[in-house]
């Protein structure tokens, strides 16, 4: 970590402890139960630091001397209740001694004559079979390599996606049953998970059972959509539009005008040690009673997040999202944590890495539980096998994913796409799945300062994407000066999907060469759809702190003013 954030932390760690020493005491227990309620009950720690996203090896100054800045995407000081103050981070590359050496070698490989090798036709075919129906099956008769804990049977989430969405996003089951989930659409963040980056990816959440019913314990599809639109409302921090809700009926005064009535917006009016707000149905008397929390930037206890990383399909000119999964990536958080607890954490990991810089972070879980992320959460995966079918990460495998969803100052609770999710003015007020709509006439974001977040990547990055290697992207957006166009950028402001989907040779291309390293089996050195050897990648970072050229990080404005709205 920088030395600026480093001294915020140990501001921030005295300050604890001079103003209530209890409730830093508080802070440490709380997360010692969150990280016992998601933490896997076998732990097994692999060498190095694998939670160092490939992203963050991207030399920043090219040849040609011009600075890039694709880092502002992931680090900065984003504010409570996410402590991880790490903008400047953009500044210097903060590397331990294990991490100084690039793991990710799969960034350095030619994979153009394996990828010419391959015909569109066999790809097309390959991409559009479906990999998650035979999961479940396979789930309930798991092989031995499978069964970490040796119980005879699969002790990790089971898959239970339907993947049939309504009007209303909701997955429903073949008999017209709901299985809980539903799906949302939100602006991918800007860099590799783009799809015109090599993958398609979309999301669903699952609220406990008390969120879904009413207040006598009946399932309620209105109750369910509110309690969702107040979660929207507090991890965005904004008013959220709803469908014409019967306050009196759910029992809660939603818009805030001191009445029971039609209300058409969750106002947001949470106030910092609670009030202002409430979840509706059951979830309410539980509430009420402490044994589920409301918080904003939080998600409650119970929440379920799932999402799929998929292949490109084409037909035609369009680039889709394809029916087969590259992966299937889960979330749950079994415990609550406090914003008290939180700010501990983060405080306690900055001194940590400041006095004892050679040390690695533990990874601790399985393959069948999945690994706990230090902040309430647990997440657990599965990935392609050789043959294309869907198998549990490794734990090597799963710490890939720590690097992003712990340490990182944008995310809200963790969690990068929920606070992204598309407001309530889009198709199906952004409730939707990408099989029910592409990304055609979605407007760019436009951050709270008012500027378009897509266009300031370009114009920091220089390219689309963090490796600058996507020279499509380059070619359509960029003049043989390295400007911008003006007329491109006036499209972006109107159709995110003129830059976000690739052309049909492009997106074949990715295609195939992900489809090498599934055969390879080499995930644990790299997962980045690349043919040709990366160039604007360091292989190692010297002893000393290296500066990145930026001469001032990007501050993160999402929280000034209503974001992402149009």
Avoid at 12 to 29: E, F, M, Q, W, Y
Avoid at 46 to 60: E, F, M, N, R, S
Avoid at 501 to 530: C, H, M, N, W
């Amino acid at each position: 970590m920088a030395r600026r954030s480093i001294l915020v932390a140990l501001v921030a760690v005295a300050s604890v402890g001079c103003r209530d020493g209890a409730r830093a005491t508080r802070g440490r227990n709380d997360v010692a139960a969150a990280t016992a309620a998601a933490t896997p009950a076998r732990p097994t720690i692999p060498t190095g630091a694998p939670y160092v996203p490939p992203q963050c090896y991207t030399k920043t100054q090219g040849a040609d001397g011009r600075v890039h800045n694709p880092c502002f995407t992931c680090h900065a000081d984003a504010g409570a209740p996410n402590y991880i103050l790490d903008g400047a981070l953009q500044l210097g590359y903060g590397f331990g001694p294990a991490s100084r050496v690039n793991p990710w070698t799969n960034l350095f490989v030619d994979r153009t004559a394996a990828v010419a090798a391959m015909s569109d036709d066999d790809t097309l075919a390959y991409v559009r079979h479906d990999n998650y129906g035979p999961l479940a099956a396979r789930l309930a008769a798991p092989p031995p390599a499978w069964d970490a804990d040796g119980d005879g049977r699969w002790s990790g989430w089971l898959p239970d996606l339907a993947f049939r969405f309504d009007d209303g996003g909701f997955d429903r089951t073949a008999d017209g049953g709901y299985t809980g989930w539903r799906a949302y659409a939100y602006y991918p963040l800007p860099g590799t998970f783009w799809p015109t980056n090599g993958s398609f990816g979309d999301a669903m959440i699952r609220l406990p059972a008390a969120f879904r019913e009413d207040a006598a314990g009946r399932l309620d599809r209105t109750i369910y959509a509110t309690n969702l639109a107040i979660l929207e409302a507090l991890i965005a921090r904004r008013d959220v539009a709803i469908e014409p809700t019967d306050e009196r009926v759910v029992g809660a005064d939603l818009d805030g005008d001191g009445r029971r009535g039609q209300a058409r917006v969750v106002k947001y009016r949470w106030k910092p040690g609670g009030g202002g707000m409430s979840w509706v149905g059951r979830a309410a008397a539980l509430q009420a009673r402490g044994e589920v929390h409301l918080a904003a930037g939080l998600f409650p206890e119970g929440t379920e997040l799932a999402h799929s990383v998929r292949y490109l399909d084409v037909a035609g000119e369009h680039v889709a999202m394809a029916a087969r999964m590259k992966e299937l990536r889960y979330m749950v958080k079994p415990a609550w944590v406090t914003y008290g607890a939180l700010e501990f954490q983060a405080t306690a990991e900055a001194v940590e890495k400041e006095q004892s810089p050679q040390k690695t972070r533990p990874m601790v879980g399985n393959p069948e539980r999945g690994i706990g992320n230090r902040a309430g959460w647990r997440m657990q995966a599965f990935i392609e096998d050789a043959r294309g079918d869907l198998r549990p990460q490794s734990l090597e495998e799963h710490a890939f994913c720590i690097g992003c969803h712990s340490g990182v100052g944008v995310t809200d609770d963790s969690v990068f796409s929920f606070g992204r999710k598309l407001a309530a003015d889009r198709f199906q007020r952004g409730w939707y799945h990408g099989s029910q709509r592409g990304l055609d006439g979605v407007p760019e974001p436009v951050r709270a300062d008012g500027r378009g977040e897509y266009t300031l990547y370009l114009e920091q990055n220089g390219a689309g994407d963090e490796l600058r290697a996507n020279q499509e992207v380059i070619a359509r957006f960029f003049d043989e000066r390295g400007a911008l166009k003006a007329d491109l950028v006036a499209k972006l402001r109107e159709d995110v999907s003129v830059l976000l989907l690739p052309s049909r040779e492009r997106a074949l291309l990715l295609d195939k060469a992900y489809r090498v390293i599934v055969g390879e089996q080499s995930f644990t050195r790299g997962r980045d759809t690349t043919v040709t050897p990366a160039v604007n990648v360091h292989r190692e970072l010297p002893e000393d702190e290296l500066p990145t050229g930026i001469a001032e990080p990007v501050r993160d404005r999402r929280r000034v003013a209503p974001a992402f709205v149009r």
